[in-house]
């Protein structure tokens, strides 16, 4: 599995994990969005899409 860290929102760090294919190119089928909150020990939460997890914080912060 393969990941990277994506811009902060709101004060949670998006980090963006999948998998590849045999040709080297990101399986959409794995992308999962975790949020960690502060110093990135605290799981906060996850999705398939960016637009959900982003839902769960606005809600969170609300």
């Avoid at 990277?4 to 709101?10: E, G, N, Q, R, T």
């Avoid at 899409?49 to 839902?55: A, G, P, Q, W």
Wanted: hydrophobic residues 30%.
């Amino acid at each position: 599995m393969e990941s990277k860290l994506l811009k902060p929102y709101k004060g949670f760090e998006i980090e963006k994990s999948y998998d590849l294919n045999y040709d080297g190119t990101i399986d959409k089928e794995t992308i999962v969005y975790t949020a960690y909150q502060d110093d990135g020990a605290c799981l906060y939460d996850c999705a398939k899409t960016i637009k959900d997890l982003k839902r769960k914080i606005d809600n969170y912060v609300a």
